[in-house]
């Protein structure tokens, strides 16, 4: 399997997940160094690989990586992201720049398209397995694309963006056995959420949550993406995984 954003946060959480349980795993991020190192922790059945998914070259050349290493690719799950905290209006009453969109739209969604469109075409050339199928991608939305609040507006619309991806794509690889889901997660305990959101701030937040009221885990987030991929019936799906929380204004 190949895991975009796999040096920290939910994709650390997956490939640790997927790992010990005999998955060949290969862990893209910028941060090659870092990627090689997890990936030597993890053991034989892991690589690592330095590419900022932004840039299409360089994940033509972490997937060519990953087939040369392991033969192919069967499972493939993007979490790699940026949250940048954007309004319409500045705090001066100026029109904001659309430098930090640019920014969010690269990663977030040009970004999370490089590396499907390469997975998928290396899946397409897999044997069939039961019910056809090759391959499996799963995608990371947030539950800001529902329920996105002030300052949000920029990367809201990024995740967005990839939900509305989900079943054309599914739609594309109909009978071709591709399936392609993505999971719109809530407060999980990643650095992401801990660089936006102040301590004081979260507890607040906590009673938003139903049931759990905590930050989920990595792997929780993992033990649903696995559960993914188990499930073959699961197919052209967004899907929260949130404990009931919804974003407050």
């Known amino acids: 399997m190949l895991?975009?954003?796999?040096t920290s946060g939910l994709g650390l959480g997956v490939a640790r997940h997927f790992s010990a349980r005999g998955a060949n795993v290969v862990i893209v991020g910028r941060r090659g160094r870092l990627a090689a190192q997890i990936a030597s922790d993890l053991?034989?059945?892991?690589?690592?690989?330095?590419?900022?998914?932004a840039d299409a070259e360089a994940v033509a050349a972490a997937v060519a990586a990953t087939v040369d290493r392991f033969g192919t690719i069967d499972i493939n799950v993007n979490t790699a992201g940026i949250l940048i905290p954007t309004t319409l209006v500045t705090?001066?009453?100026?029109?904001t720049d659309s430098s930090e969109?640019?920014?969010?739209?690269?990663?977030?969604?040009?970004g999370t398209f490089n590396v499907m469109t390469r997975a998928a075409a290396v899946m397409l050339?897999?044997?069939?397995?039961?019910?056809g199928e090759r391959g499996v991608i799963i995608n990371t939305s947030s539950i800001a694309a529902h329920d996105g609040t002030i300052g949000l507006v920029c990367y809201s619309a990024t995740k967005g963006a990839?939900?509305?991806m989900t079943l054309p794509a599914a739609r594309e690889f109909a009978g071709r056995g591709i399936?392609?889901?993505t999971i719109a997660p809530g407060g999980f305990d990643t650095p992401m959420v801990h660089d936006y959101v102040q301590d004081?701030?979260?507890d607040e937040q906590f009673t938003q949550f139903v049931n759990p009221r905590r930050l989920g885990t990595p792997d929780e987030f993992a033990a649903f993406a696995a559960h993914i991929v188990e499930n073959r019936y699961f197919n052209a799906a967004n899907l929260r995984l949130d404990a009931g929380y919804r974003i407050p204004l």
């Open 162 to 164: 990839l939900e509305g």
């Open 125 to 131: 050339g897999n044997p069939p397995g039961e019910d």
């Open 43 to 53: 053991g034989d059945n892991a690589l690592g690989v330095g590419a900022d998914i």
């Open 179 to 181: 399936r392609v889901n």
């Open 200 to 202: 004081g701030v979260m």
């Open 3 to 6: 895991v975009a954003g796999g």
């Open 101 to 110: 969109l640019v920014r969010l739209v690269n990663t977030n969604l040009v």
């Open 91 to 95: 705090g001066t009453g100026e029109p």
